[in-house]
C-alpha cells in the first residue's frame, strides 16, 4: 500500500492508541514488561559484548557457544533459542568451508544498521548467503529467521532505534491492512520498521512491543475511531465503480483495495476478539467468517466500502448470526436473519416471523443495496422487507474508541439470544432446510457420571494424551511452524498421541523422500492450513482439493487431527465424519439431525458436524475437547451393546461347523466377558478351522481379523512391535521401529471402536508366552489401563476393549495342567475333546452328510477309549479332523494311507518305548480288532 497518503497513518495512530491504553490499562501486562525492562540492560549488555568478541577475534565456533549460553537465561530473550539457535548453528556449518566469508557477513550484518537502506542491504545479503546453499547441502534457515535474529541484534543497541520483529508480526499487520503484502522478507522488516516509527516517533522499539501485546492478547480495545473516515473515502471511490469499466484509473482501484483490506482487518480484530466472550455470555457455538474484500465476493464487483463483523450458527454462509456493522453514517449491532440470495417471499417469511417475537428496546434495521453509500437505516419495530437485521443503532461516533463497547454488544446479544434460538428451528422448519438443532434423546448428565465410573475417566492415559497435545501444538504453532520441527510432525501423524488416525505409511515415507525445498513446502501449507485467511472450511476444502500437497497420504483424518491440535477450543479429536463412529453417527445418537443436506463440502461437513457435537458436549464436560471425544466415544459403545454378530451369524456358522449353535453362542458370551477365551484339546480336533469359521462368524470384514501362529522361537518383536532394518530412500540400512499384527489389530480396532476386531493365535502354548506378551500380559487383564512399553517408552499402549483373542492350544505339545497361572487366569479355557461335549459324535455327523464311511467313526470312537486307558487321560486321542477329507470312502487303500502316516506316527510318539502296546494300533490290529463296525454302515 502506498505509504505517501498521510491519512492512513493518522488513521493507524489512532487505534494504535487504543491499543496503548489497554496495555497500560492491564496490570499483568505492565508487570510483564516491568520485570523484562529491570533485566533488559544486563542482556542487552551480555549481546553487545558477545558481538564485540566476534569481531575482535572472528571465533565463530566460541560465537555460537556464547549465543547458546546467551539464550539458556530466563528473561527477555527466552524465545531466542528455538529460532536464533538453529540459524547461528547453519552460519557455523557453512563456515567450515567459507569461514571468512561467513565472518565478514556476519560481523557486518549484526552491526546496526545506518539507515532503511543499509538494513534492507544487510538483510539480503544474509539471505541471498543462505540460500546458495552449501556443497554439503545442509538447509539453510527460513528468511523470516534472519529477520528476527538480525533485528534483535540491532535493538539491543542504545544508540539505535530499530525495533525486534518477532516471528509473525507481518502476518498480523498486513491481516490488519497496515502492511502492504507481496514484500520480500527484508522489505518487510523496514517496512515494519517504519511503521513503528510512525506509530511512535519518540520509541519505536515501544511501538513494537505494544503491537506484540495485541497480538499475543486479542483483546477488544474499541472500534478504531477513524473508521468512519475510511468508510466514507471508499464509498466516494466505490460511487466511481462501473460494473462493465471498473475503476476509472489504476490507482483508484489500488486505492480501493487497499481500504477495503483495511476494513476486513478491522472487522477481523472485532469478529477475534469478541467471539469468545458472545459464545460463553450466550451459550451458543459461535463461528466468524472472513469478510469478502469486494460487495459481491466476486471480480467484477466494487471493492467494499463497508465492513461488518459476523458471529454466526455454523450452518453455512448463510446462517443467522449476530453482525456488528460499520457505515459512514455509525455502527449497528444486532440479529441477521442470514439466508443472504434468497428469494423476497423468503425473506419476508423470516421477517414476519422475527417481528412477532421481536425483543422489548429493539428495532429493525433497512439494510439496502450494496451500491448505496450509506447501507444502514434505523427503522421502527416494523418489518421494513428486504434482509431481516435487528438490533441497536449508534448515530456517528458515539460507539468508536471504546474499550466498554464490547459491554453494550453483549447485553444486546444475551437480549437476543432467546430470538436467535428460536429462528434457528422455526425459520429453518419453514424454508424446509434440515435442521441442524440437537434434540438430546438420553439423559446425557446421567450418562456422564456413568462414563467417568466405568471407562474411567479422566485416567494415566488420558492425561497423556492431554501432554502430547501440549507438545505438538507448540509444533503447529505459528511460530513452532517457522522453524517446523520435523520429527515432532511425523510423531503426530504417524503416533496414537491425541487420537488416532490409524496407520499413515504413505504420508510418512513421502515426507521421509522431502527435500529442504520440500520441507519448507509443507511447514507453509500447513501453516496456511491452520493459521491462513478464510473460514475453516475454505482452508480444509483447499487442501483436500489441490493437486500442489509437496507430500502424498495428506487426508482428512491427518487435516483435522492437525486442526484438533492448533485449535482445541472449537475443534474435538474426532477426526471422521461417516461411518459407525463417526461424527454424523454420534450426532445421531445423540439426537441430532437424521439427515444431512447433500452437496455439501468435506470442509464443511467437518465444521458443522464437529459444531454441534462441541455444543451439546461442551456443557457436560466444560473446555475438555479430549474428554468430550472420548464420551462420544463411549456412548456409541454403549448403545449397541452387541458388539457381536446377531443369531443368524452364528446358526449359520454352527450349521456348517456341525454342532449345536448354544455352543457358539456360550463361546460368544466368554469372549464378551472376558474378551480372551483359549480352545484346548488334542491334535485334529477342529479348534484352528472352528476359531477362523466363528472368528468370519462374529466380524465378517477380513481385515478387521488376523491369525498368527506361535513357534519357540516367538518373540516380542515379532508379535508386538520391535526395531527392523530397512533400506532408506539414500540406499542406507537404517533401523525402524516396524509395528507387528498385535499393534497393526488394536490401531485398526481403536480407530474403529464399534465393531469387533478378532486375533486368533494359533498354537499358543509353543511359545514363551512371558516372553512374547510382556507387559501386554497386564492388558490381557486390565484394559482400562495403558503401560508404557519396551519401544514406547513415551507413549502408553492400551488394548482396546473391541479386540478379542481366541487362542488354540494343542495338549499333546504341553498338559493343560502346566500353563501359567497368570495365562489362565487372563483367558478362559474351551475344551475340545473327541469323546465329550460339542466335539462328541461330529466325526459320525460329517460323515454322515458327507456320505463317507460312518463306520470309521466308531472306529475312531474306540480306539480313543484305548488311548485315554493306555495314557491316562482325555488330552492324547485321535481327533476327528483326521478323516473330514472331501471325497473319502470306503477304498481301503486310503483309509490305510492316513492311519499310516498321520494318526500312527501321533500314537507312536506317545507310546514311545511301549513296543507292546504299540503294536495293537497299527492299522491291521486296529482293522482287525473294530471291524465288525463296518457292518453298521447303512
Not at 293 to 315: K, T
Amino acid at each position: 500500500m502506498s505509504r505517501s497518503d498521510s491519512v492512513d497513518v493518522k488513521r493507524w495512530r489512532a487505534k494504535y492508541a487504543l491499543i496503548e491504553r489497554a496495555a497500560q490499562a492491564d496490570s499483568d501486562a505492565q508487570a510483564l514488561f516491568a520485570e523484562l525492562d529491570a533485566e533488559r540492560p544486563e542482556r542487552n549488555g551480555e549481546l553487545r559484548e558477545i558481538l564485540a568478541d566476534l569481531v575482535a577475534s572472528s571465533d565463530l565456533v566460541a560465537f555460537k557457544e556464547a549465543m547458546n549460553q546467551w539464550a539458556r537465561k530466563d528473561g527477555p530473550y527466552v524465545g531466542f533459542g528455538p529460532i536464533g539457535g538453529p540459524w547461528v548453528a547453519a552460519l557455523v556449518r557453512r563456515a567450515e568451508e567459507e569461514h571468512a566469508e561467513v565472518v565478514a557477513l556476519l560481523t557486518r550484518a549484526l552491526q546496526t544498521p545506518a539507515s532503511p537502506l543499509d538494513a534492507a542491504d544487510k538483510l539480503h545479503a544474509v539471505d541471498a548467503f543462505l540460500a546458495r546453499g552449501g556443497s554439503r547441502g545442509q538447509r539453510a534457515p527460513g528468511p523470516a529467521h534472519t529477520a528476527y535474529v538480525l533485528s534483535l541484534f540491532w535493538s539491543t543497541d542504545d544508540a539505535g532505534a530499530w525495533p525486534h520483529m518477532w516471528e509473525n508480526a507481518p502476518h498480523m499487520l498486513q491481516r490488519l491492512g497496515w502492511l502492504e503484502r507481496g514484500l520480500s522478507h527484508a522489505e518487510r522488516y523496514v517496512a515494519f520498521a517504519a511503521l513503528c516509527a510512525d506509530l511512535r516517533p519518540e520509541d519505536p522499539r515501544y511501538a513494537a512491543r505494544i503491537l506484540w501485546y495485541f497480538k499475543e492478547t486479542e483483546a477488544f480495545v474499541g472500534i478504531a475511531p477513524k473508521i468512519l473516515d475510511l468508510c466514507a473515502e471508499a464509498a466516494e471511490i466505490a460511487a466511481e465503480f462501473r460494473p462493465s469499466t471498473g475503476y476509472a484509473t489504476a490507482k483508484q482501484q489500488d486505492r480501493a483495495a487497499d481500504l477495503a483490506r483495511q476494513l476486513r482487518g478491522e472487522a477481523d480484530h472485532l469478529s477475534d476478539s469478541l467471539i469468545e466472550r458472545l459464545s460463553g455470555e450466550t451459550g451458543l457455538y459461535l463461528e466468524a467468517p472472513t469478510l469478502a474484500l469486494q460487495q459481491h465476493g466476486g471480480e467484477d464487483s466494487a471493492y467494499r466500502h463497508d465492513l461488518y463483523a459476523s458471529w454466526i450458527l455454523v450452518g453455512g454462509a448463510g446462517a443467522p448470526g449476530f453482525r456488528l456493522w460499520v457505515t459512514p453514517g455509525g455502527v449497528a449491532f444486532g440479529l441477521h436473519g442470514g439466508w443472504e440470495g434468497e428469494s423476497d417471499q423468503q425473506h419476508r417469511e423470516v421477517g414476519s416471523l422475527v417481528q412477532e417475537h421481536l425483543p422489548r428496546g429493539m428495532n429493525f434495521l433497512r439494510v439496502h443495496d450494496d451500491n448505496r453509500v450509506e447501507r444502514i437505516e434505523p427503522m421502527a419495530r416494523e418489518y421494513p422487507g428486504g434482509e431481516t437485521f435487528v438490533g441497536r443503532w449508534w448515530k456517528g461516533d458515539a460507539a468508536l474508541g471504546r474499550a466498554d463497547f464490547a459491554d453494550e454488544i453483549v447485553t444486546t446479544a444475551r437480549a437476543l439470544t432467546p430470538l436467535l434460538r428460536f429462528m434457528t428451528s422455526s425459520q429453518r422448519s419453514a424454508l424446509d432446510d434440515p435442521s441442524l438443532e440437537m434434540s438430546p434423546v438420553i439423559d446425557l448428565e446421567s450418562e456422564v457420571e456413568i462414563f467417568k465410573a466405568e471407562r474411567p475417566y479422566p485416567n494415566e492415559r488420558d492425561a497423556w494424551h492431554q501432554e502430547q497435545r501440549r507438545v505438538f501444538a507448540a509444533c503447529l504453532s505459528r511460530e513452532g511452524l517457522e522453524t517446523f520441527d520435523l520429527p515432532t510432525f511425523k510423531r503426530i501423524v504417524s503416533t496414537r498421541g491425541y487420537g488416532d488416525i490409524g496407520a499413515q505409511s504413505v504420508l510418512i515415507s513421502s515426507i521421509n523422500a522431502l527435500d529442504a525445498a520440500g520441507i519448507d513446502e509443507l511447514a507453509r501449507m500447513v501453516r496456511e492450513l491452520l493459521w491462513g485467511e478464510g473460514r475453516d472450511e475454505e482452508r480444509i476444502n483447499r487442501v483436500l482439493s489441490s493437486e500442489d500437497v509437496p507430500v502424498q497420504g495428506f487426508g482428512e483424518s491427518v487435516v483435522i487431527k492437525l486442526f484438533a491440535i492448533a485449535h482445541p477450543e472449537h475443534w474435538l479429536p474426532l477426526f471422521a465424519t461417516g461411518g459407525d463412529s463417526g461424527k454424523i453417527a454420534m450426532l445421531g445418537r445423540l439426537g441430532g439431525p437424521a439427515k444431512w443436506t447433500e452437496g455439501k463440502s468435506r470442509g464443511r461437513l467437518h465444521v458443522e458436524t464437529n459444531a454441534l457435537l462441541r455444543q451439546t458436549l461442551d456443557p457436560l464436560l466444560p473446555d475438555d475437547p479430549w474428554g468430550q471425544a472420548q464420551l462420544a466415544f463411549w456412548l456409541m459403545r454403549r448403545s449397541d451393546k452387541a458388539l457381536m454378530p446377531d443369531h443368524d451369524a452364528l446358526g449359520e456358522a454352527a450349521k456348517e461347523l456341525l454342532i449345536e449353535e448354544d455352543f457358539l453362542r456360550e463361546i460368544r458370551s466368554l469372549l464378551e466377558e472376558k474378551k480372551q477365551v483359549i480352545f484346548y484339546g488334542p491334535p485334529g480336533t477342529g479348534k484352528t478351522y472352528l476359531a477362523q469359521r466363528f472368528a468370519q462368524a462374529l466380524q465378517p470384514d477380513p481385515a478387521k481379523r488376523d491369525i498368527v501362529q506361535f513357534h519357540p522361537s516367538s518373540s516380542y518383536e515379532d508379535f508386538f512391535e520391535g526395531f527392523r532394518p530397512q533400506i532408506d530412500h539414500q540406499g542406507q540400512m537404517v533401523y525402524e521401529l516396524r509395528k507387528g499384527p498385535l499393534a497393526l489389530l488394536a490401531e485398526a480396532a481403536e480407530a474403529d471402536p464399534l465393531t469387533p476386531h478378532i486375533m486368533i493365535i494359533d498354537e499358543i502354548n509353543r511359545a514363551n508366552l512371558p516372553r512374547v506378551f510382556g507387559e501386554l500380559l497386564f492388558l490381557l487383564e486390565y484394559r482400562s489401563h495403558s503401560v508404557k512399553t519396551s519401544y514406547r517408552p513415551d507413549e502408553g499402549f492400551e488394548l482396546p476393549p473391541n479386540l478379542y483373542f481366541i487362542g488354540t492350544m494343542n495338549t499333546a505339545d504341553r498338559s493343560i495342567a502346566l500353563v501359567d497361572a497368570a495365562l489362565r487366569r487372563r483367558f478362559d479355557f474351551v475344551p475340545f475333546m473327541p469323546h465329550d461335549g460339542p466335539m462328541e459324535g461330529l466325526l459320525r455327523r460329517w460323515l454322515e452328510v458327507h456320505d463317507g464311511p460312518v463306520w470309521v467313526a466308531d472306529l475312531v470312537d474306540r480306539v480313543n477309549e484305548d488311548l485315554r486307558r493306555a495314557l491316562r487321560g482325555p488330552h492324547l486321542q485321535i481327533g476327528h479332523s483326521y478323516f473330514m477329507r472331501p471325497g473319502i470312502d470306503d477304498d481301503e487303500a486310503t483309509l490305510r494311507r492316513i492311519w499310516d502316516y498321520n494318526v500312527y506316527p501321533f500314537i507312536e510318539d506317545q507310546l514311545y518305548g511301549r513296543e507292546h502296546e504299540l503294536a495293537q494300533f497299527r492299522w491291521e490290529n486296529v482293522r482287525a480288532r473294530y471291524g465288525q463296525y463296518e457292518m453298521t454302515r447303512p
